[in-house]
């Protein structure tokens, strides 16, 4: 099976916390194994219930891959409870992005506010954003095809986009370049530096994949609707209305609109009179 590079990354990241755990074990036999085992490893994570659920997923994949062999009988890991994790509702403001995108600049990492702007116009993943090339960008729209639904789009860019692009030099294939390196961002340190520039320009609780949220909200606060919103963003209709349901504020910029329209409304209605 092939799986997006993303997706084998936090395969490896879950793989050393288990193999942790068995080598602090002094590495028993897996027949030994029982579900009393797995339920303390997994209280043991508990001040972090994402990536203990990560790692507890990963570790029922073994484990049924086990039974499967016929090394065990049953799976100590099946139907273990897991936490509920809130979803997050962080969405970047049009101030925060300015001011990421400044502090950026002033650090030394334009791409990364460069980065920060695609993210927020284009609401694709870091993955796709960091492999952008210049020749997906024709001046007026992006065309790119996302890596892990294999969903082919052609987003429009908007005017704050191609300015931002328009400025950037093509020294590279790649749209976004380390500037150390001068090459293709690399994940890790991508995150890394997103992280430091975030903290200096004092939006330590924003994260990169808040900013695929933040293009649907904007997107439905300007009014678009759920499919112009998933021609955007490539998600399927009804998961983007779930998406809408799920994080979308119910702010006083959406009762605003809302009201603007019912006026707008009422207005044509007293002139069809």
């Given at each position: 099976m092939s799986l997006a590079p993303a997706t084998k990354t936090g395969y490896e990241y879950c793989l050393r916390i288990i193999e942790n755990w068995s080598e602090k074990a002094c590495h028993p036999p897996i027949t030994s194994l029982e579900r009393?085992?797995?339920k303390a490893f997994y209280r043991s994570m508990g001040e972090t219930p994402s990536k203990a659920n990560a790692v507890l997923r990963v570790?029922?994949?073994?484990?049924?891959?086990?039974?499967?062999?016929?090394?065990?009988?049953?799976?100590?890991a099946e139907r273990q409870r897991l936490k509920s994790t809130p979803p997050r509702q962080q969405v970047w403001s049009l101030e925060s992005?300015?001011?990421?995108?400044?502090?950026?600049?002033?650090?030394?990492?334009?791409?990364?506010?460069?980065?920060?702007?695609?993210?927020?116009?284009?609401?694709?993943?870091q993955g796709d954003i960091l492999r952008l090339s210049w020749s997906q960008f024709d001046g007026s729209a992006i065309t790119l095809r996302q890596s892990k639904t294999?969903?082919?789009?052609?987003?429009?860019?908007?005017?704050?986009?191609?300015i931002a692009l328009d400025e950037t030099p093509r020294h590279s294939p790649t749209i976004l370049l380390c500037e150390t390196t001068k090459r293709t961002w690399q994940t890790f340190f991508f995150?890394?530096?997103?992280?430091?520039?975030?903290?200096?320009?004092?939006?330590?609780?924003?994260?990169?994949?808040d900013l695929?949220?933040?293009?649907?909200?904007?997107?439905?606060?300007?009014?678009?609707?759920?499919?112009?919103?998933?021609?955007?963003?490539g998600h399927q209709l009804d998961r983007?209305?779930?998406i809408?349901?799920?994080?979308?504020?119910?702010?006083?910029?959406?009762?605003?609109?809302?009201?603007?329209?019912l006026d707008q409304h009422r207005k044509r209605t007293q002139l069809d009179e």
């Open positions: 009393r085992h797995v570790l029922r994949l073994i484990l049924a891959f086990a039974v499967d062999e016929g090394l065990l009988q049953r799976n100590p992005i300015r001011t990421f995108v400044a502090t950026a600049k002033d650090a030394g990492r334009p791409s990364l506010g460069l980065a920060v702007l695609l993210g927020a116009n284009l609401g694709q993943r294999g969903v082919l789009l052609a987003v429009p860019v908007s005017k704050e986009l191609r995150r890394h530096e997103f992280r430091r520039i975030a903290n200096i320009a004092g939006l330590p609780e924003l994260q990169f994949l695929r949220r933040t293009a649907v909200v904007r997107l439905a606060e300007a009014g678009c609707t759920v499919p112009e919103i998933a021609a955007i963003t983007t209305a779930r809408l349901e799920t994080y979308l504020p119910r702010n006083g910029t959406m009762a605003e609109a809302a009201i603007r329209k």
